[in-house]
């Protein structure tokens, strides 16, 4: 990987991280139009996936700072249990449990299998038609504050898919959401909250890995990865403040067709053979 395909997919990171159409999957398909046509990897997508959460933790910081002090306040009776940003703590903890199991029991399937360009492209036609009706018909009455423990764990399940490259992060959470009856602020807000301690984990886990295993590492080059995560870091702050905006007067139908129509292109692509699975 040289320098200018390190700065397009972290372009690509940062354009696609918080919206509902799978960073993964996008970093998975442009690899394999550049001039080295190969996957950049699971562990250069999880690296750069750092920058994206870093653009998190800043947009929210308020809210972070808030949520992280109520709850250790409530850890030692400074704070009622049942203080809100206390409960938010403990949901973002408990919702990302799922994630946290399965990607250490299915790692291998997650580096190699799940990667297939056919598994990419079911997976963005599937979870745009599930994200197109939890839109739909999802009632989007209810605010953060109403979240309970039963839809903290669904969350997290839903999270939990985006495993798979075609899924999304956000576009899994924000489902789920819009079907437990959240407004669409509400769950696009909680999906990214939630993020945060599963993109560092897996992050900084991949990144160790990668430093401690020279052979592997080079595959895709720190320098390299480092640059892809700050281009990640920049854009990736600025889509979240129009995301949010967007959503709070559109639907989620533009993303929708989006997704589908990709995964249908892809499906050609692979059966004419122009690109590899």
Do not use: C
């Not at 372009?11 to 509902?20: A, D, M, R, Y």
């Not at 080059?221 to 640059?227: A, K, N, P």
């Amino acid at each position: 990987m040289n320098w200018l395909e390190a700065i397009i997919l972290g372009l690509v990171q940062g354009l696609t991280e918080f919206l509902p159409i799978s960073s993964s999957a996008h970093l998975r398909i442009v690899g394999e139009f550049l001039p080295g046509a190969a996957d950049p990897g699971a562990a250069f997508t999880a690296i750069t996936q750092i920058g994206t959460e870093l653009a998190v933790l800043i947009f929210f910081w308020k809210d972070i700072v808030r949520i992280i002090s109520r709850w250790f306040g409530s850890l030692f009776g400074k704070v009622e249990r049942n203080d809100p940003d206390a409960r938010m703590g403990w949901l973002i903890i408990i919702g990302s449990l799922p994630i946290a199991v399965a990607g250490l029991l299915f790692e291998d399937y997650i580096d190699t299998s799940f990667r297939s360009l056919w598994i990419v492209a079911t997976m963005l036609i599937v979870f745009g038609l599930l994200l197109a009706v939890a839109d739909a018909l999802g009632r989007q009455t209810k605010p953060l504050e109403k979240l309970t423990l039963k839809d903290g764990i669904l969350f997290g399940l839903a999270q939990m898919m985006a495993l798979i490259p075609g899924v999304s992060r956000s576009g899994g959470t924000i489902t789920m959401g819009l079907a437990l009856g959240f407004t669409r602020e509400a769950a696009a807000r909680y999906a990214f909250l939630l993020a945060v301690p599963a993109v560092f984990a897996s992050g900084f886990y991949k990144l160790f890995q990668a430093l401690g295993e020279p052979g592997a590492s080079a595959a895709y080059g720190m320098g390299e990865t480092l640059v892809a995560t700050l281009v990640a870091f920049a854009v990736g702050y600025v889509v979240i403040g129009w995301l949010m905006k967007f959503i709070s007067t559109h639907s989620f139908r533009p993303f929708v067709w989006y997704r589908i129509g990709l995964g249908l292109l892809l499906y050609i692509l692979l059966g004419f053979g122009v690109i590899n699975a």
